[in-house]
């Protein structure tokens, strides 16, 4: 078993590199690319809850559903952060970012927590428990693999070459 987890992790980490060897050139490319970081998050969800096939039928749902509230929920996070960070804000105006801004966080966490308790009949309250901490860990593995890349690309340019 250590050894399949080894081995998907590889896989992962090779799927990730690759994906993130091409040049950004349009926006078919990097919806593309977030395509295939989508599909390295479902094996990874898929590997570390180890689901079944009836599990999957039954999570997956869920899963997708959670997770488009939380995308939109990100979409107005950004609006807020983004009219905040202009400046040229009243008083008023950046009370009411700073207040939307907290609802919307807000609902992030109540997001999270349904997605949890909506997944406990299939998963168990164990392995449900366990979703935030999976996706940390897989966000947290991507923001490596993309500092490593990048560093990557420094040292060639440092170099003038390719890197090894």
Known sequence: MHM???IFCLALIVAYQISYSQPDLDLNETTEKSERIEALKRAY???ELNLSVSESEKFWPIFNESEQQTQNLKKEIRVHLKALRK???SDEETMKNITQLAEKRKLEVDVELALIKNTIPILGIQRAARL????HEFHHMLIEKFKDHHRKDDEKHEHGGKHR
């Not at 935030?132 to 996706?135: A, D, L, N, R, V």
Request: charged share 30%.
């Open 87 to 89: 400046g040229d804000l």
């Open 4 to 6: 399949k987890k080894i």
């Open 45 to 47: 969800i898929t590997q």
């Open 132 to 135: 935030p901490m999976i996706e």
